[in-house]
């Protein structure tokens, strides 16, 4: 005789919220066991999305208005962290109003209340299954939603603090979400702002802060400042959106303002690829720069440290020049900050990229300290150069 058993997947999530009649004074918090039960067990993270969807649907039902979500998981990059999720916390901003913050512990999965949570319930299961006589029927995750429901519901909110819903996910809830561009860093960061700004950007910070006034998005307020890092803004953009190579920066686009859109993401501290002018004495495609100021644009004409004049209303980046340090072998482009004190300025619309990661070069001289581009990234800066030049392709 063969035996089988059918499994299920549950999906824990813990809602902290103020009750109704909470106030400053008399504080009232109320928390929400959530439970996702699915046939589906690939806990995949369309279907971590699904849930939260079916998650704030409950909300809009009951009424329940909000407009800030604090999320806390762990490292998982299966289900959590990872670029097309960064992309849907970026589109839930602009399409609910509700600003996301997605908080993480350290790599790889954790342990937490929610596996407790989630034992109960699996040990109330086996107990209802082991029962001699007139245990229930559980052949699925539909009759296990069912009987949850029925044996331990939400409790009466007017007496209790602590209830429990159970909800049954199906592949209607699951929707497939497009592919996106790495975010570069992002292993090392641990807090993730959403934006509902139209250039597809998120808010990184290396450093979590749990006081008080960052949970209320008062960062000038923060009493852990001198060590928590302030927010980076960072692409997310999905690949099949536009013409973009598959590194983290943006290709050139004409439907903006100004003819550029990658030169919106420039952030202090960047950095960031000018293109270069054909025929220049460097031999070289673009120029690499940090950024010292974002963009932004004149009111007064001003003179940058090259001696350029620049005119009432330009619109330009700031920042000082990595120059490309002389080697033999000119397949490797090395780079060295040069007269750091000197800041430039370049039109916003010379910006092919941003944001690129730059690598110590641990070859000769060793004497100095230069920079390697990946190579990956390299060709992604020449591939949007060649995009720029030849937007329709007539050229290949």
Not at 79 to 98: E, I, P
Not at 165 to 184: G, K, P, R
Not at 221 to 243: A, F, G, H, L
Request: net charge negative; hydrophobic share 35%; with cysteine.
């Amino acid at each position: 005789m063969y035996y089988h058993s059918t499994q299920v997947s549950i999906f824990v999530q813990i809602a902290f919220m103020h009750a109704d009649d909470s106030t400053e004074e008399d504080r009232k918090v109320v928390r929400e066991y959530h439970f996702y039960i699915s046939d589906d067990r690939t806990h995949s993270l369309e279907f971590v999305q699904g849930c939260f969807k079916v998650f704030y649907d409950s909300l809009r039902e009951r009424n329940i208005r909000y407009n800030r979500h604090l999320i806390w998981s762990d490292n998982c990059t299966a289900q959590f962290k990872n670029a097309r999720m960064f992309y849907w916390l970026t589109r839930m901003h602009v399409t609910s109003g509700v600003q996301h913050f997605w908080n993480f512990t350290e790599v790889g999965h954790g342990k937490g209340e929610h596996d407790g949570a989630g034992a109960c319930v699996k040990r109330a299961l086996a107990r209802e299954e082991l029962k001699y006589e007139g245990g229930a029927e559980l052949v699925n995750a539909e009759t296990i939603v069912r009987l949850c429901k029925s044996t331990m519901g939400p409790g009466n909110p007017s007496t209790s603090l602590v209830h429990r819903y159970f909800w049954l996910i199906t592949e209607s809830n699951i929707q497939n979400y497009l592919d996106c561009c790495t975010v570069a860093g992002s292993s090392d960061m641990h807090s993730f702002m959403s934006s509902n700004s139209s250039s597809l950007v998120i808010y990184t910070r290396q450093m979590v802060c749990f006081f008080s006034s960052c949970m209320y998005c008062l960062w000038e307020e923060c009493e852990s400042k001198e060590w928590v890092d302030k927010w980076s803004c960072r692409p997310s953009v999905p690949i099949d959106s536009y013409q973009i190579p598959k590194a983290l920066q943006l290709s050139q686009m004409e439907t903006s303002v100004d003819f550029d859109h990658v030169s919106d993401l420039v952030d202090s501290g960047h950095v960031y690829a000018v293109v270069a002018e054909e025929n220049n004495e460097e031999g070289t495609y673009y120029y690499l720069c940090r950024c010292v100021e974002p963009k932004r644009k004149l009111t007064t004409t001003i003179i940058d440290g090259e001696g350029i004049e620049y005119p009432i209303g330009s619109v330009f980046v700031t920042g000082t020049w990595l120059r490309r340090y002389p080697i033999k072998n000119s397949d490797v482009w090395l780079f060295e900050d040069f007269e750091t004190h000197r800041h430039i300025l370049h039109f916003s619309n010379l910006v092919v990229a941003t944001n690129i990661h730059l690598m110590k070069y641990r070859g000769r001289p060793h004497n100095n300290i230069l920079w390697k581009v990946r190579e990956f990234d390299h060709e992604a800066i020449l591939d949007t150069i060649w995009v720029r030049a030849d937007p329709e392709g007539s050229l290949d």
